[in-house]
């Protein structure tokens, strides 16, 4: 059977770079697709998949791309919720051919945001860009839940945050891990008065800071290597992205000195 964590921020490919740089957690499609095509190829029938979700969502569309690897999948999908699915997350739980909730796990929808600059008509633009993405959200969750998409709206313009119990009844999840089949029906209202804390809110950086993250590690980087072939007389660039990078760096330094 094959296993695959999904937890902290939901990011592209390329922020993921950079959260692995710190040591940060994340997930994005590119980490998914490596464990869904890590197989035989011998096999006629593939394996069964679970996947553990603990994370407060992230980036939309990378989330997007993750539930439809998982959706595609020829095997069985079963998601365990462990601590939260919120936002993004909740979205990819939706791929799970059977999802289940710890009983202290929450699950979060909301509908999309974004941080948004320009004049009127960017904003009104934006608003539009915004409302499809909410309808291409909700198809993931009508055809888990069978839910009519005005009361999925409704809830994700509510911020709705589910216990496990919760998000059961509205056909969020199929089961609550580790309760018996015998449980008594009156448990259902254990989790009504359970507490439900602000959106989880993201730091992920936008990807115009990431690239200027990249360059900056690349140039110091390469001042190094300019510097060792100063400090030798007898290493001269060898390319001529070198010695353009040599002239780049030695004229920056040049202006920041003046």
């Known amino acids: 059977m094959k296993k695959m964590t999904i937890n902290g921020d939901i990011v592209d490919d390329d922020t993921a770079w950079m959260y692995n740089f710190f040591g940060m957690s994340c997930t994005s499609p590119k980490r998914?697709?490596?464990?869904?095509?890590?197989?035989?190829d011998d096999e006629t029938i593939p394996e069964d998949l679970t996947v553990d979700i603990s994370s407060g969502g992230g980036d939309v569309f990378a989330g997007s791309e993750i539930y439809t690897l998982l959706r595609n999948y020829e095997g069985k999908v079963v998601v365990n919720v462990y601590g939260m699915a919120a936002s993004a997350a909740s979205v990819i739980a939706m791929a799970g051919d059977e999802v289940n909730m710890s009983p202290t796990a929450q699950m979060m929808i909301h509908?999309?945001?974004?941080?948004?600059?320009?004049?009127a008509d960017d904003h009104k633009h934006e608003a539009k860009v915004l409302d499809s993405i909410d309808q291409s959200i909700v198809n993931a969750y009508s055809d888990k839940t069978g839910l009519k998409r005005?009361?999925?709206?409704?809830?994700?313009?509510?911020?709705t945050w589910m216990t496990a119990q919760e998000a059961v009844d509205k056909g969020f999840a199929n089961g609550i891990m580790f309760h018996n089949d015998d449980d008594d029906e009156d448990d259902t209202d254990d989790h009504e008065d359970a507490?439900?804390?602000?959106?989880?809110?993201?730091?992920?950086?936008?990807?115009?800071?990431?690239?200027?993250?990249?360059?900056?590690l690349h140039s110091d980087k390469a001042k190094e290597t300019v510097k060792k072939q100063q400090n030798?007389?007898?290493?001269?660039p060898t390319s001529l992205y070198d010695?353009?990078?040599a002239l780049l760096l030695n004229k920056n330094i040049t202006e920041k000195e003046n």
């Open 150 to 159: 005005d009361d999925i709206l409704q809830m994700m313009q509510n911020e």
């Open 32 to 40: 998914v697709r490596d464990v869904l095509q890590n197989s035989d």
């Open 232 to 236: 030798n007389s007898q290493n001269k």
């Open 243 to 245: 010695k353009k990078l």
């Open 195 to 216: 507490l439900q804390v602000a959106a989880a809110t993201h730091s992920i950086p936008k990807k115009d800071a990431v690239k200027k993250f990249i360059m900056l």
């Open 111 to 119: 509908k999309a945001w974004s941080v948004n600059q320009g004049n």
